[in-house]
């Protein structure tokens, strides 16, 4: 499968958000996807404020967060992720 940037899809796989004030953190189940996932929203939109990846303690889990401003609401930023077929996003506490 490729996607529409024309290189090698990832499978789907789940990312948790979590609204924090004027920033969404977002949880990948690993480091993996959450670099293909940063590469991706680079490439939707001008994507230069994310804070570095967090990796989890005793998981493959990692998170990283999205300052939300006027260019880049919540719902627009839900849309984006919404529109990557290889994410299935989950609300979660993390």
Request: aromatic residues 8%.
């Amino acid at each position: 499968m490729t996607s529409k940037f024309g290189e090698k899809s990832m499978n789907v796989f789940p990312i948790w958000l979590r609204p924090l004030g004027d920033l969404y953190r977002v949880r990948v189940d690993t480091v993996e996807h959450a670099k293909w996932l940063l590469d991706q929203l680079s490439r939707s939109f001008v994507f230069k404020t994310a804070a570095p990846l967090v990796e989890a303690a005793e998981t493959s889990a990692c998170s990283f967060e999205v300052p939300l401003n006027p260019p880049m609401s919540r719902a627009k930023l839900e849309r984006l992720l919404g529109a990557i077929p290889e994410v299935e996003m989950m609300m979660g506490p993390e």
